[in-house]
């Protein structure tokens, strides 16, 4: 088959990572005899400092056009100062937005490899590991609602607003509910419905929705709660389904279950086949170019690429494969070593997945 990827760098670790990722989606191509058209575009601060917006009209257009997309990350301390519709950030939502990209798909699983960067007690994850999936609403919610600064009476102020419409909340009550018919049945709604009048609502239409699912059982959570149990009891989740800001934060707790966010890949879908493929991680300005990025998150997220916007479950099963032997070998990234195992940096590891994938 022949694809068209938009590339997308971005800032801090953004390129290190997906400079692998590009790697590993090339060397499967090769295997499968698929032909990829990669079309690098700009976007976050180097789109800024480039063009003076940090997402260009030819990088909207290039995704547009494309089969998928593949983000590394935005942002960083060069940026902080800018007004909020020029900071990478703001691209970022976006694209989301321009794309329609509302289903946020962030598994976040156990490697067996990895059961000593998990930091619970080994009785709690148990024999089996841990596979639990976070669907977070990703184009509506705070991060989108009506927002203003201004001073008033001489006192500076300042309001986001929460905002989510039933259909918003009801398509991705689907997304969950599908997902739990093809995992175990069971989905955990998390709001703050004691409190907001936006998750009465939203709780409202998932239990609706969960009416045309009655294979699947419905539980709901207080996000205080929720973040509490993530670490007390992860076993009991399945998939979680949450608003924006909720599904943000949670999932990157979740990851540190898993033992570093650089782990941590996601799929951002639509209603057809184009999606944007990004690790949940941020650009890590702290280890930026220093080659000590892990770069699994972005590799486990272009398989999903396979997965979400392609079809091809054997490619990406194939990257999959490749990550596990990797890390069965004992080869860790700096946030994921420990005693006894080999030190390696952002282009060995993507070195040896493309090896694996070779080899598989
Ligand atoms: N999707 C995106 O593009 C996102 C962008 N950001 C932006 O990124 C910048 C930095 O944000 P932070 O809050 O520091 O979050 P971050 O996720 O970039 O970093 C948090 C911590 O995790 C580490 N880390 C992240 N990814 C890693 C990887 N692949 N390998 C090893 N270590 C890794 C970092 O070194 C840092 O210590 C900010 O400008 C923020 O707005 C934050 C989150 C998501
Ligand atoms: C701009 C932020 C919403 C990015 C982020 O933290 C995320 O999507 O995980
Ligand atoms: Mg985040």
């Given at each position: 088959m022949q694809y068209t990827v938009t590339v997308l760098p971005g800032d801090g670790i953004g390129p290190d990572i997906i400079r692998e990722a590009v790697q590993v989606v090339e060397r499967v191509g090769r295997k499968f005899g698929h032909h990829f058209t990669f079309e690098e575009r700009l976007?976050?601060?180097?789109?800024?400092?480039?063009?003076?917006?940090?997402?260009?009209?030819?990088?909207?257009?290039?995704?547009?056009?494309?089969?998928a997309v593949l983000l590394g990350a935005v942002g960083g301390p060069k940026w902080d100062g800018l007004k909020g519709e020029e900071r990478p950030e703001a691209a970022l939502l976006g694209i989301r937005k321009a794309l329609n990209l509302f289903a946020n798909i962030r598994p976040a699983k156990i490697y067996r490899s990895l059961r000593d960067a998990c930091?619970?007690?080994?009785?709690?994850?148990?024999?089996?590991?841990?596979?639990?999936?976070?669907?977070?609403?990703?184009?509506?919610?705070?991060?989108?609602?009506?927002?203003?600064?201004?001073?008033?009476?001489?006192?500076?102020?300042?309001?986001?607003?929460?905002?989510?419409?039933?259909?918003?909340?009801?398509?991705?009550?689907?997304?969950?509910?599908?997902?739990?018919?093809?995992?175990?049945?069971?989905?955990?709604?998390?709001?703050k419905a004691n409190v907001l009048e936006v998750s009465r609502l939203w709780r409202k239409v998932v239990m609706e929705v969960a009416k045309e699912y009655p294979d699947v059982t419905l539980n709901h959570l207080y996000v205080d709660n929720a973040a509490m149990q993530l670490v007390r009891d992860p076993k009991q989740f399945d998939v979680i389904v949450t608003g924006n800001c909720f599904g943000d934060i949670l999932s990157d707790e979740a990851?540190?279950?898993?033992?570093?966010?650089?782990?941590?890949?996601?799929?951002?879908?639509?209603?057809?086949?184009?999606?944007?493929?990004?690790?949940?991680?941020?650009?890590a300005p702290d280890i930026a170019g220093q080659d000590k990025a892990n770069p699994i998150a972005t590799i486990l997220s272009a398989a999903m690429m396979f997965t979400y916007s392609f079809g091809k479950l054997e490619e990406a099963a194939c990257i999959e494969k490749a990550v596990d032997e990797v890390l069965e070998a004992g080869y860790r990234t700096a946030d994921i070593w420990s005693e006894g195992?080999?030190?390696?940096?952002?282009?060995?590891?993507?070195?040896?997945?493309?090896?694996?994938?070779?080899a598989i």
């Open positions: 976007i976050g601060g180097v789109a800024y400092d480039q063009t003076g917006e940090p997402l260009p009209q030819s990088t909207l257009n290039s995704a547009l056009h494309s089969d930091p619970l007690r080994p009785d709690i994850i148990g024999e089996d590991g841990l596979d639990i999936v976070v669907i977070r609403e990703l184009t509506g919610g705070i991060y989108f609602g009506p927002r203003k600064r201004e001073i008033r009476d001489g006192v500076e102020m300042a309001y986001d607003t929460m905002l989510y419409n039933e259909n918003e909340i009801r398509r991705i009550a689907h997304v969950a509910f599908q997902s739990a018919r093809k995992r175990n049945h069971l989905v955990t709604n998390v709001d990851s540190q279950i898993t033992g570093s966010i650089g782990m941590l890949p996601s799929a951002s879908m639509g209603e057809g086949a184009l999606g944007m493929f990004e690790p949940i991680h941020g650009s195992c080999t030190l390696v940096g952002t282009r060995q590891m993507g070195q040896l997945i493309c090896e694996r994938i070779e």
